[in-house]
């Protein structure tokens, strides 16, 4: 089942703006994960924020993290024609031991234009 | 670097033939995974695999199986292809470390299209 949900779907910026993705999810979780995916490629992993953590920075990325609202949100600051791609949020949900089975979200396109 | 390998890239099946989907990882995961991806419906996990000949369902398991004999394949097979499984499929794989799970590495996709 799914249980991140993106918001927006899709996202048109200039380059040098930045941009916003928030994901929603259900159930508890030991840590939520952001990957990204060129067109047609596989996804390549992010950054992760573990449950007791509230921010995270890496470069030009920073996620956030509410546990009571369960909600995250990733943001990509002055951003470049490269960051082109589909973001997708992924929960570790409490319970799923060693496995590292992620429940991935829908994702937002985020279209960056030159 | 973390590799994980997919066989084909693309593949046309007919409706009914029996296909496999390969998938090798180097870095010695324990964890195999495959996934399904379809426009608006993200990534469905199929089946996973956290140890040799071990396996579990996933969300979508129905029309799929799947075969780990060794360590570093995991294998998805259709056992008689419909068009409903026109798709990309995904393998990934991970550590069942404490420090190494979290994060999973994603081959680069097979496009499967049955006719």
């Known amino acids: 089942s799914q249980q991140g949900e993106e918001d927006p779907q899709a996202l048109s910026i200039q380059e040098g703006e930045n941009a916003t993705m928030n994901c929603s999810y259900k159930?508890?979780?030991?840590?939520l994960q952001w990957y990204r995916q060129n067109s047609g490629r596989g996804l390549v992993h992010l950054i992760l924020?573990?449950?007791?953590?509230r921010e995270k920075h890496s470069g030009r990325l920073r996620v956030t993290l509410d546990t009571s609202k369960k909600s995250s949100s990733l943001l990509i600051t002055a951003s470049r024609a490269a960051d082109t791609a589909s973001y997708f949020c992924a929960t570790g949900p409490k319970g799923s031991g060693n496995t590292g089975k992620l429940i991935f979200g829908q994702g937002t396109t985020l279209q960056v234009k030159p | 670097d973390v590799k994980v390998t997919q066989s084909s890239r693309y593949l046309v099946k007919r409706t009914g033939e029996k296909v496999f989907l390969e998938c090798v990882q180097d870095m010695d995961h324990e964890n195999m995974f495959w996934y399904r991806q379809d426009p608006g419906l993200g990534l469905r996990l199929i089946y996973f695999s956290y140890d040799v000949k071990m396996k579990e369902k996933g969300d979508i398991p129905e029309g799929y199986s799947v075969s780990r004999e060794k360590k570093e394949r995991f294998s998805l097979i259709l056992e008689s292809a419909s068009t409903n499984q026109t798709s990309m499929y995904l393998c990934a794989s991970s550590s069942s470390s404490t420090g190494g799970r979290d994060t999973i590495y994603f081959g680069e996709g097979s496009w499967l299209t049955v006719v």
């Open positions: 924020i573990r449950s007791n953590e």
């Open positions: 159930t508890s979780i030991n840590n």
